[in-house]
């Protein structure tokens, strides 16, 4: 599919770190061409930005598109309040609802990608009742936007790993099948046995070449405990890099000291934390995470599903969120949030070609606002939408409706 | 000045815990005169809500005009992160930004009527060096949308009372102005002297028939013990239904039991909570207020102000972000935020004719949403405000530009 050549004008491009200055950005062949002042190239369309702001494309690193009623009518939520019980109540109610839904799934895609969002890694539930079916449904969705967001699978033991027996062996099936990353879920709160759990998910991760992501609810101590253990196996498995704890609630209400220690080692082993900023629960400081150079990154997790009934798929208004949980208040602070969203996940995916620089896939946004912490406080509307070189919004509107 | 009569058809009117069903509003004289099915009155204008939930107007219980700086070009946060800090930064810079500012407070006052705010509470910084200006600018610009808002205001003693020596007097000549609540800051914490503090405002609270409006950042077992400090004074003062104390960080932080007998007492003695879900401050907790009848109401705190950059003046955003802080999920639950930012504003206010009832006046505002709880999930865009039975946006347009 071949798309327009592009000279966006009178921009103001975001590096994270300096001040936005003007300068214009040529997109030949759906990639960065150059970025610079003053650009010429008759052969494009051009399109002025009058001074907006122009960001890379939004990465949601956590999300869970398999579970999504995006665009059902208003489910009331009958979850209750502990992780076993809503659980059981996602399991209990999804065939009712028709969930997991490629519908559902390319609904919620779809107005991700209209707020900016061009890189998504989705957890998908995994266990003997649902098998791979939401594989097929999200890889479905996926299909429907293609070449306008790039989705990653995670194969996630939701109900249990060594819990629920048949689980592992599916997880492998999905890996077989193409999945790139395996998932795990609290190896000792939830699933009871930490050291069988790691390794099963280290074990398939090896054998596959898979990148694993964790999800880590467990409190406290033994939080904090099952970080040292991940980090081990990361060492001992080579994984470096390719290795996440989403949630990682522990980590936000560790003292300070103990927080820059586990910085420092993940920094190190290289394992990544992603934070979501869901309800009460504890954000990762980003200032800490910042000065270690610890990777880190942000998801929407759960929207409109059997969980939560809260979201709207907006990157920009989830950074918002992490940046006002976290107290983050000089701009430098705020921008760190804004960092999380984009570079921050496109480590974490481990993206190659990222962010608006010559050679980068053309995936960004531009709004406006004053300062890159300005657009983060007032979440604006999406003046521009570019993927791959692609206008989905232009003027505020949605060009290529799905 | 005089107002069009005003039908609204086709509308469904939220009512506190029932499922909204459809009813036609009609409005004569800037109040509501009937709520039913297949209401008449051909002298009146009608306007068509094509099944828009309607709500009361909203009521910001905490917020504070005086240092806002909205409207203002981007000011980059310098206040750090300590409470003594924020108050020095907050006082070493309000000049050099024209502040207090009653064109600021205009702007943002206008934005919150917009949004379908129709009654705010203000704190106003009173000490030995700003005096009464913040009254005066705050006044000024209530009186710019007089007859489409009502400004309650608080003298509040935002750099100590005991420990500024000067303010008591400027907070009593503040309500012999006709200020009509008076303020404390944290009576132990920040002002070291919990008894004299507290002599100070109740006195002052009952020279003028003043309500009592008290800033309790303090944590733990010092912030709890305050609470119990300003229920015996409420009982001793016969100040019940008159005093409030906002933030009450402390509150959200303590064992299921003991909040539970803490909101029993505020319920006796009639001192409200109000709470804004700052930052990651702990959130007053709703259902426990419920349950305990005791009066909750909300507000947006600080917006773009030296203090913070966050804040857009939306009460129905807010509501938002206090039910998402506090893990309201089902529907039920979540009606309580949107009780507390409505209803529980105006018992706390203490108006005496407010809601969607005959005799009241007519403000209100109408949303698409299928039911309250997903109106405070999306916080969608005003399709109508009505202030006094004034058009304020009608099909989501500004009909009354300030």
Known sequence: MTVNDLLLTGGRPWVPGRPAAA?????????IETIGPGLSAPDADTLDLAGALVFPGLVDTHCHLDKTLFGAPWT?????????????????????????????????????????TAHVRSHIDIDPEIGLRGVEAVRAAAARHAGRVDVELVAFPQGGLITRPGTAELLEAALADGVQVVGGLDPAGYDRDPVAHLDVIFGLAEKYGAKVDIHLHDAGSLGAWQFGLIIERTRATGLSGRVAISHAYAMGALPA?????????????????????????????????????????????????????????????????????DRLLADAEIELALAAGTYGGARVLGLERYGLEPGAPADLFAVDAETPAAAVVSVPPRRLVLQRGRIVVRDGTTAQPD
Request: aromatic share 4%; with cysteine.
């Open 257 to 325: 000291d103990e927080q820059r220690r586990i910085a420092d080692d993940l920094a190190e082993a290289g394992v990544a934390m992603v934070t979501c900023a869901v309800g009460d629960a504890p954000v990762v400081p980003l200032r800490v995470m910042h000065e270690a150079s610890a990777a880190l990154a942000l998801g929407n997790d759960g929207i409109r599903d059997l969980w939560t009934p809260y979201g709207d798929g907006d990157m920009l208004r989830r950074i918002n969120t992490v940046a006002f949980r």
């Open 76 to 116: 009331p939520n009958t979850g209750g309040r502990t992780l076993t019980g809503r659980i059981a109540n996602g399991e209990g109610r999804r065939a009712e609802l028709g969930i997991p839904s490629a519908e559902y799934a390319g609904n919620l895609l779809g107005e991700m990608i209209r707020r900016g």
């Open 23 to 31: 300068a214009d950005i040529l997109i030949r062949d759906g990639r």
